[in-house]
Nanobody
């Protein structure tokens, strides 16, 4: 089964940048569309971004478009979320999630446990 482990979360200054990583132990990492979701306190989990299995397509939520960049390195079984230009809604638990290639790419089949992103001002 796909096992996703997020890392890179932490506390950063307002306006700072942070890169989150997600590593997968699966043997066929390139068979999955990779998503990032986030959940702020008192809020429902929301979609952030997704990159297709091949890396040729990306989709970003309007709230992060132009500020966040999603990339993947299939050789390392990893996906990265570069987060720039903080907004008030950015602090949250960020989840890496994988959707089977045959699935709708924004409908994950597997979820990581999340990594906390906190912003100080």
């Amino acid at each position: 089964q796909v096992q996703l482990v997020e890392s890179g979360g932490g506390l950063v200054q307002a306006g700072g940048s942070l890169r989150l990583s997600c590593a997968d132990s699966g043997r066929t990492f390139n068979n999955y569309h990779m998503n990032w979701f986030r959940q702020a306190p008192g809020k429902e989990r929301e979609f952030v971004a997704v990159i297709s299995w091949s890396g040729s397509h990306t989709l970003y939520a309007d709230s992060v478009k132009g500020r966040f960049t999603l990339s993947r390195d299939n050789a390392k079984n990893s996906v990265y979320l570069q987060m720039n230009s903080r907004h008030p809604e950015d602090p949250a638990v960020y989840y890496c999630a994988a959707a089977k290639r045959t699935s709708i790419w924004t409908r994950p089949d597997y979820w990581g446990r999340g990594t906390q992103v906190t912003v100080s001002s």
